[in-house]
């Protein structure tokens, strides 16, 4: 029903635009007419193309003049331009008789047909060519549309796909560093070592799970600490950990595997390196629209972790896929030794 009132409204601005063109048209050569008899005529002159006006549209979508057969199309289209105007002067014809309470016999009527031809087929032309003109417009801009939504499609799955990479290149990295703490722990401790291997077992079950790009950071900490209980086995009371998460911030979607490799990375350069052990601490903040989380070790510093590794090298490379330009991720030295890890992200709940 709306595009019915669209067009009808477009219709009726037609006719009040060629009405007042030859209102004033007529004060110019000071052969005034009265506006209501103007718009009547006009009315008459418009009214047949309603019926009309569909049939050109369709034939401008059947015959468009782009691609293969749009010489075939131009013709086709001219037959039906001139149809159409032969058809809209019997229609005007018949009309104006109607309107004014008169009816021609047949001889008469088509000779009224026969003298309106010559000065009516040309600016019905004129129309009809309009109205072909803007069902191509048309016809561009829904392609255009068209073209627009696959392009976004594929553009998001690319990213998809992308970010479906980078968390892929996580597994075999933890899985390897992991398994390297294994066989470290079997001479020592092989219960222990056991433990380990069902920790990571079940770690890698959950995170090869979920086919979400991202998951709420509810989710996401009881990943890391699957992964924190395997750590604990290995490193026992050489590792502290404290977790700080306010309730507001746990509905808030990360991520999957964002924090993992930032600890791990905070365990293997912070924590491993120092006989004591060290200790790690996460805190989770939501800040109006943003959700700010930061990793703190008190290990020894940024001098030990001048080369970016996998784990940090792939959550820069994540986040930017997954908030480019709108975000923050930093590493800084902490005071009194260790690092601070700060990001910044848009809160999005579920």
Do not use: C
């Amino acid at each position: 029903m709306r595009p019915v009132l669209r067009a009808l409204g477009l219709w009726l601005a037609v006719v009040a635009v060629f009405a007042a063109k030859t209102w004033l048209s007529l004060r110019v050569i000071d052969r005034p007419a009265p506006l209501a008899d103007i718009l009547v005529g006009e009315l008459l002159t418009f009214a047949p193309w309603l019926p009309l006006a569909p049939l050109a549209l369709l034939a401008a979508r059947r015959f468009p003049l782009v691609g293969e057969g749009r010489g075939r199309h131009l013709v086709v289209l001219l037959g039906v331009g001139v149809g159409l105007a032969l058809a809209h002067v019997v229609l005007g014809v018949v009309l104006a008789a109607l309107v004014r309470g008169e009816w021609w016999p047949l001889p008469e009527l088509l000779e009224q047909v026969r003298q309106t031809i010559p000065r009516a087929v040309g600016p019905h032309l004129v129309v009809y060519a309009a109205l072909v003109a803007v069902a191509h417009a048309l016809a561009f801009r829904r392609d255009a549309e068209a073209r627009a939504r696959r392009a976004a499609a594929l553009e998001g799955a690319l990213a998809r796909a992308e970010r479906d990479r980078l968390r892929m290149q996580l597994h075999p990295h933890f899985l390897f560093n992991t398994l390297h703490a294994v066989s470290a722990l079997m001479t020592r401790d092989v219960a222990g070592a056991r433990r380990m291997i069902a920790g990571l077992s079940e770690l890698l079950r959950i995170s090869l799970d979920d086919d979400d790009d991202d998951v709420p950071l509810a989710r996401e900490l009881e990943i890391l600490d699957l992964y924190l209980r395997i750590q604990q086995t290995r490193f026992a009371d050489r590792l502290t950990v404290t977790i700080d998460v306010e309730p507001a911030a746990r509905a808030a979607r990360v991520p999957k595997l964002l924090l993992q490799p930032l600890v791990e990375n905070a365990i293997r350069h912070g924590v491993e390196p120092r006989a004591g052990g060290g200790a790690l601490e996460l805190e989770a903040r939501r800040r109006g629209d943003r959700l700010h989380l930061e990793l703190r070790d008190d290990g020894a510093g940024l001098s030990s972790r001048a080369r970016e590794g996998v784990g940090l090298g792939n959550t820069r490379a994540r986040l930017e896929k997954s908030y480019p330009g709108d975000h923050r991720f930093s590493l800084a030295p902490r005071d009194g030794g260790g690092v601070v890890v700060g990001i910044d992200l848009p809160f999005r709940a579920e």
